[in-house]
């Protein structure tokens, strides 16, 4: 089993580090790794679709598991799916949209592991109906540092299971899961699209008649300011069922003509200007009331469909930053969010607003009740920096946290504000990894496990 | 093409034609070392295409068994329409210039077998006058190379092998495949340094396919190693033993 030196990132493309990868393709030679002397600690990588380094381990090592993707079982009478954790979401939806059946919930890039959608405890448009994906996980088998491996589901192992949801890959190693498909008659949704002014009437928008829509979204032009400070398009939307999609398939997999961005853009491409002009574009093109029938390529992945768009952002990168704040504060928070950034001399080329359910039992799981945004920003200089740190201090007054799915730069102590449940995340891992031979790049800066 | 018998199918190449022929119905065999890497393997084919497949255990090394193992084959399908034979072992260049045995070792696995399993099949589908045989040799066996030729004449006698079984067959109506892939993305390759223009699985499962299917003889693929290794032939021996490839 061959172990290189390699550098890698996650999808922002910051940072980069240099670590020893494998790329284990059975059970057996995955837990010869974990004995193997060569190598202090590791962390699992899956599709490198997490924005930071959260699945990096800086002169450590990287269970690359891609190649771990079997199909296990389904189980036509009740949609539930067992398959192994380097499975793609992508393959779950060629194999089984013809049959009839969609994933629970999905994030805006089909391209993640089922591994690395409990680990990080993804969620998608319905979050504010279905919760995360981890909601719809009966359970999962885990390969842990001693080597055993175990099942774990809210009745078995439960401690284990909530603390590996949202546990960023630092328990063990995801093997196996099973989840609940949902079963559909057509693969296309009815969408209703509305633009709102300023993001209080967006706010107003997503109170009033969230309920109504199953997929809820707003895109956010994140340039406008003043009385048009957060003007946005929402996207709300339900299932089409075949009766209204007069198709000869109303399930058909929809691969969109790949376009790739082909090599790294120069860092003038999208400044300030051509951002401005791209969202005032996208704002006008939408007219101010309508309604869409749109296959779920467009719907979920729109920039699936460009291959490697994180080049768009230079070879510095980019910072993806997301927040949630909670409804008594979100008010405040989204507009001083807002503020600050189009008050800034940065811009953010795509920016996501969202309801968000409520919370559940992942110790280090992100979501919770209120409202989340979600902002590009290109690394121009080291000056970014300093500016996170104050959008962090921002979001803590409003009582709310980040993303750990996207992040690269907050402090270990604004994370232990965050998520104050760290301490009965660390005891489990603790008991199950007393030899810390699971780390990351992530964990060692915030101090979840020590260096 | 009904019943399929894949040799090594645990490799990354096997796996990725494996797929592909379930997607098109192919009753499969998988045979190879691991029963449970193969169960693994064909549990996953069932859940994605609703096929059927079968494992078996080979052992390529031991060739007395292999005339049994092909019996148990033919016994479970009632008839085989071809075989693939994918697997091989690249083995350590170094270690087997000092270590006869892992010499041996490479050679056995990656020729000798090949000889005795491929002959009870051809016997058998010489006999029909029906069938296909498809067996993965390398580019690697074109031509002797310092660092890694032990490997390579393993493969170039393996192609020299086909070519011969190609030219005893052609009359009775069996075809015989012979591909030389080029650096494919497998566990094999995973790793290794110097590596250029490394295809897929998928892309190099895809051109086998439609090879058997063409009864080609000689399938480079990516299809411009063809041109590759021609160059690579062409250079005069006076030169090439002086450099290093």
Request: hydrophobic share 40%.
């Given at each position: ?7 890698l ?20 030679d ?8 060569l ?14 380094d ?11 598991t891609?190649?771990l ?6 189980d036509?009478k009740?949609?539930i ?7 793609s979401?992508?393959?779950i939806?060629?194999?089984f949209i ?14 993640v592991?089922?591994?690395g ?11 504010h ?6 909601q719809?996980v009966?359970d999962?088998t ?6 055993e491996?175990i ?7 439960a ?18 899961a099973r989840?609940?498909?949902v ?11 509305q633009?709102?002014r ?8 997503f ?15 994140c ?12 996207m709300r ?12 398939n ?8 790949k ?7 120069p860092?003038?491409?999208?400044n ?6 791209f ?9 101010k009331?309508?309604?869409?029938l749109?296959?779920?390529?467009s ?5 699936d ?7 768009m ?5 980019f ?8 409804p ?7 507009k ?10 940065r811009s ?7 309801s ?7 110790l280090l799981?992100f979501?919770k ?12 200089d ?14 803590l007054?409003?009582g709310?946290?980040?993303?750990l ?18 301490k ?28 | ?22 997607a ?18 064909a ?10 497949v079968?494992t ?49 070792e ?8 090949c000889?005795s ?18 067996a993965?040799s ?12 032990v ?17 005893r067959?052609?009359?009775s ?14 566990r094999m ?15 190099v ?41």
């Amino acid at each position: 089993m061959s172990i290189i030196k390699q550098r890698l990132s996650g999808w922002g493309r910051y940072p980069v580090h240099e670590t020893y990868a494998a790329r284990p393709e059975t059970n057996s030679d995955l837990r010869k790794l974990l004995t193997s002397e060569l190598v202090a600690n590791w962390i699992a990588y899956g599709l490198g679709r997490s924005y930071g380094d959260t699945p990096l381990n800086e002169n450590g090592g990287t269970i690359i598991t891609t190649k771990l993707n079997r199909f296990l079982s389904f189980d036509e009478k009740t949609g539930i799916l067992e398959c192994e954790a380097g499975v793609s979401f992508k393959e779950i939806l060629d194999v089984f949209i013809p049959r009839g059946y969609f994933l629970p919930v999905t994030p805006g890039t089909k391209f993640v592991t089922v591994g690395g959608a409990i680990a990080n405890d993804v969620h998608g448009k319905n979050h504010h109906v279905e919760g995360t994906f981890s909601q719809h996980v009966l359970d999962f088998t885990l390969l842990l540092a001693s080597g055993e491996v175990i099942r774990c589901s809210r009745t078995e192992n439960a401690e284990l299971f909530w603390a590996t949801v949202g546990g960023i890959g630092l328990t063990g190693i995801i093997l196996t899961a099973r989840f609940k498909m949902v079963p559909i008659t057509s693969s296309y949704y009815n969408v209703h699209y509305q633009r709102a002014r300023n993001f209080e009437e967006a706010l107003r928008l997503f109170r009033e008649s969230d309920d109504q829509y199953r997929y809820s979204v707003a895109w956010i032009d994140c340039m406008s300011k003043g009385g048009s400070l957060g003007r946005c398009v929402l996207m709300r939307g339900n299932n089409a069922p075949a009766e209204q999609v007069k198709a000869k398939n109303p399930l058909p997999i929809l691969h969109k003509t790949k376009l790739a961005i082909p090599f790294d853009f120069p860092s003038f491409v999208l400044n300030k200007l051509t951002i401005k002009a791209f969202n005032s574009m996208y704002y006008r093109i939408h007219p101010k009331d309508s309604h869409k029938l749109v296959g779920y390529e467009s719907f979920y992945y729109p920039l699936d469909a460009i291959h490697q768009w994180n080049r768009m952002y230079g070879k510095r990168g980019f910072v993806q930053y997301q927040a949630v704040f909670p409804p008594e504060t979100c008010h405040e928070g989204l507009k001083e969010m807002l503020e600050r950034l189009s008050g800034s001399n940065r811009s953010s080329f795509l920016a996501v607003l969202k309801s968000s359910g409520e919370q559940n039992e992942g110790l280090l799981s992100f979501p919770k009740k209120g409202y989340t945004l979600a902002l590009d920003i290109p690394i121009t200089d080291e000056s970014l920096f300093p500016f996170l740190r104050s959008m962090d201090e921002l979001v803590l007054k409003h009582g709310g946290r980040v993303y750990l799915a996207k992040d690269s730069t907050l402090s270990p102590e604004h994370f232990r504000e965050m998520y104050p449940r760290y301490k009965e995340f660390q005891a489990i891992r603790n008991r199950v990894d007393p030899n810390g031979i699971f780390s990351s790049s992530m964990a060692r800066r915030l101090k979840i496990v020590e260096a | 093409m009904e019943n399929v018998l894949i040799l090594g199918a645990t490799s990354g190449i096997a796996q990725a034609i494996a797929r592909q022929l379930a997607a098109r119905g192919v009753n499969l065999i998988l045979a190879g070392r691991s029963v449970e890497e193969l169960d693994r393997l064909a549990g996953d084919l069932r859940v994605r295409f609703n096929c059927s497949v079968m494992t078996k255990k080979y052992d390529a090394v031991p060739i007395d068994a292999h005339q049994a193992f092909y019996e148990s084959c033919k016994a479970s399908v009632g008839r085989l329409d071809g075989v693939i034979l994918c697997y091989g072992y690249m083995g350590d260049q170094r270690k087997a210039q000092n270590d006869g045995l892992h010499a041996k070792e490479v050679i056995d696995v990656n020729f000798t077998s090949c000889v005795s399993i491929l002959h009870v099949i051809a016997n058998d589908f010489e006999q029909r006058g029906s069938g296909f045989i498809c067996a993965i040799s390398s580019v690697a066996g074109d031509r002797g190379r310092q660092s890694n030729y032990v490997y390579g004449s393993s493969k170039g006698a393996l192609s020299l092998f086909l070519q011969g079984l190609r030219n005893r067959l052609a009359k009775s109506g069996v075809s015989v495949l012979t591909v030389k892939p080029g650096f494919v993305d497998t566990r094999m390759t995973y790793g290794q340094s110097g590596l250029f223009l490394v295809a897929k699985p998928e892309k190099v499962a895809a051109d086998i396919i439609r090879a058997i299917e063409k009864k080609k003889n000689v399938l480079y693929t990516p299809f411009f190693w063809r041109w590759i290794m021609l160059i690579i032939k062409l250079i005069p021996e006076s030169l090439f033993k002086k450099l290093s490839l």
